[in-house]
């Protein structure tokens, strides 16, 4: 088998990711091909989509929320993500395996949902529901009615792990705030969710996405357990590559696999970016000390971060004031002038798309 490095999943990584260079693709297709885009806080796809698409703007996005066009639903892993409405309905029915483990396992909530009917639960939720969108408070507090000796928030967590919940806006309509809002995606799309869903699927759109994978990225990115046997019945149609430590690594035969020499400009990634988030080895992105300082920024907190020559090599945020938005960048380690100009470049367009009424100022620390 022919041996993949480091740098050769990495370019192959950012050429899916749209990272190599900008495309110009509508922000609906581009959600599409990412099999959506991790959505933890309301408007990190917002940059996620800016830093990978030609000409991107917020509205491009906010139409496609309050069209329908796309949704904010949990799914892979179990978190928040902005997927299209096609892909709601199909992808949710398919990870529903690890809602029902979180079910039986949440520290928080699992003691005060044993012993209870969680078929019937789905069926009283869904009822409410149907007469008019909640919040999650809500939610159980109407669900507490059938059940008064259980905790209301314990039966809301119980009805978005049964029922296939979507964030409504004006929430994560940019420019806009608003609560949590929850209706089933039946109601909220007008559609059934999919009959057919298919595994082996999953395994093809991930590929496309954010291949060549093991069979533990595959399974780290979806949440799910037990996809080698998944992998397995589409073998035959699969490209089989190695690790330099000798692990299989599957991908689609005709995805692109750039030269591993192939030049790659520095990004901004929003918080939550998927790149990060969707592989069991994340060595192909990020060292292992970049790691550590990137996830232990605060527990449930993922940064915004920079790559250079397509690895992370620090973070970033914008500090607003009244009349003026900073762009901080915290290096990982001393930066290249010549990194450093390109970034202060890119931070520059990317504080006009985030805060075009403001003045700017960039920060190296």
Not at 228 to 240: F, K, N, P, S
Not at 315 to 328: F, H, M, N, Q
């Amino acid at each position: 088998m022919e041996v993949l490095g480091t740098r050769a999943l990495n370019r192959a990584l950012l050429a899916r990711q749209f990272l190599l260079q900008r495309v110009k693709m509508s922000p609906l297709e581009a959600v599409h091909h990412l099999v959506g885009m991790q959505a933890q806080a309301p408007f990190p796809p917002y940059f996620g989509l800016w830093s990978r698409l030609h000409g991107f703007a917020p509205d491009d996005l906010a139409r496609l929320i309050e069209d329908r066009s796309v949704v904010r639903i949990a799914l892979m892993r179990g978190t928040v993500h902005l997927v299209t409405a096609s892909d709601a309905l199909w992808l949710r029915p398919l990870v529903q395996p690890l809602f029902d483990r979180d079910l039986r396992t949440n520290t928080t909530h699992a003691a005060a949902l044993r012993d209870l009917d969680l078929e019937e639960l789905a069926a009283n939720a869904k009822a409410v529901l149907a007469e008019h969108a909640c919040t999650g408070a809500e939610l159980g507090k109407a669900l507490a009615a059938w059940w008064p000796d259980r905790a209301p928030a314990a039966l809301a967590h119980a009805a978005r792990g049964r029922l296939p919940l979507v964030q409504l806006p004006p929430r994560a309509v940019w420019g806009r705030s608003g609560q949590t809002i929850y209706a089933t995606a039946e109601e909220w799309l007008g559609r059934s969710l999919a009959t057919e869903a298919s595994l082996e699927d999953l395994v093809r759109r991930y590929l496309a996405a954010f291949g060549p994978a093991t069979v533990n990225d595959i399974q780290a990115w979806s949440g799910l357990a037990r996809m080698g046997e998944v992998v397995d019945r589409v073998r035959d149609e699969l490209a089989v590559f190695a690790t330099e430590e000798g692990r299989e690594l599957f991908d689609l035969p005709k995805a692109p696999r750039p030269d591993p020499d192939t030049s790659a400009p520095p990004r901004f990634l929003a918080e939550f970016d998927n790149l990060l988030l969707s592989h069991a080895d994340r060595t192909r992105v990020m060292s292992e000390e970049s790691r550590k300082r990137v996830f232990g920024v605060r527990n449930g907190i993922f940064p915004g971060t920079v790559l250079v020559n397509g690895f992370v090599r620090g973070t970033w945020k914008l500090a607003k004031a009244r009349r003026s938005t900073t762009l901080v960048v915290e290096a990982f380690e001393r930066l290249s002038r010549k990194d450093t100009s390109a970034l202060e470049s890119s931070g520059n367009r990317l504080l006009q798309f985030a805060a075009p009424d403001t003045t700017h100022e960039i920060s190296f620390t």
